[in-house]
């Protein structure tokens, strides 16, 4: 397993912006496919984004157009860059690495969209 740290979150205004980031500790970051999940207490962890190591993307219908996920596997790390914050984004958020069948989840990062 890999270890993750996210760091990030914060209390934010609607239609504002963060930016979290994701430090993996391995040496091999590139062959992971990466992503955010998030999850409210309460409710289940839902996904948000995935980049694979060459950068293909997907994104949850909820955060599409508003959402940027990227990587820059000189640094071991990923990003999610969020636009137009909306309250119903506040959620504690999770860094996830996926390698074959093995995953391994982040401690989280809070997001607070509130004004």
């Known amino acids: 397993q890999v270890q993750l740290v996210e760091s990030g979150g914060d209390l934010v205004q609607p239609g504002g912006s963060l930016r979290l980031s994701c430090a993996a500790s391995?040496?091999?970051?590139?062959?992971?496919?990466m992503a955010w999940y998030r999850q409210v207490p309460g409710k289940q962890r839902e996904f948000v984004a995935f980049i694979t190591g060459g950068g293909s993307t997907n994104y949850a219908n909820s955060v599409k157009g508003r959402f940027t996920i990227s990587r820059d596997n000189a640094k071991n790390t990923v990003y999610l860059q969020m636009n137009n914050l909306k309250p119903e984004d506040t959620a504690d958020y999770y860094c996830n690495a996926v390698l074959g069948s093995v995953a391994s989840w982040g401690q989280g990062t809070q997001v607070t969209v509130s004004s």
């Open positions: 391995t040496s091999i970051f590139s062959r992971y496919v």
